[in-house]
Nanobody, 128 residues
Framework: QVQLVESGGRSAQAGDSLKLSCAASGRNFRHVAMAWFRQAPGSEREFVAAISWNGHDTYYGNSVLGRSTISRDNIKNMGFLQINTLKADDTAIYYC?????????????????????WGRGTQVTVSS
């Protein structure tokens, strides 16, 4: 089991930057891939970014590509998502997720069903 708790969500202005955190506990966090997804009202859950268990490989969804950075600290059992140049379309609940399976092909890192453990989410609201 991996327990995940997101934090850092807030109201922001378009153009601002934001850094979300994901605190992990339970099973050894350093052995699991981690990702961020988001869900806006009335929309399906959307892949944002993922990072391999050792932090060497990162993947991004098209909506944040080029203005976002996913990272992790396996000593502190923390994951992070930085989004720059926020847009109103970034408004959503952001979820941290963990996948305890062996490393998967890159093209599958954004598949939500691969992630077994999920946090409860943190709200991000961006005003234009």
């Amino acid at each position: 089991q991996v327990q995940l708790v997101e934090s850092g969500g807030r109201s922001a202005q378009a153009g601002d930057s934001l850094k979300l955190s994901c605190a992990a506990s339970g099973r050894n966090f350093r052995h699991v891939a981690m990702a961020w997804f988001r869900q806006a009202p009335g929309s399906e859950r959307e892949f944002v970014a993922a990072i391999s268990w050792n932090g060497h490989d990162t993947y991004y969804g098209n909506s944040v590509l080029g203005r976002s950075t996913i990272s992790r600290d396996n000593i502190k059992n923390m994951g992070f998502l930085q989004i720059n140049t926020l847009k109103a379309d970034d408004t959503a609940i952001y979820y941290c997720a963990a996948d305890p399976s062996p490393p998967r092909p890159p093209q599958t890192m954004g598949v939500a069903s691969n992630y077994v453990f999920w946090g409860r989410g943190t709200q991000v609201t961006v005003s234009s």
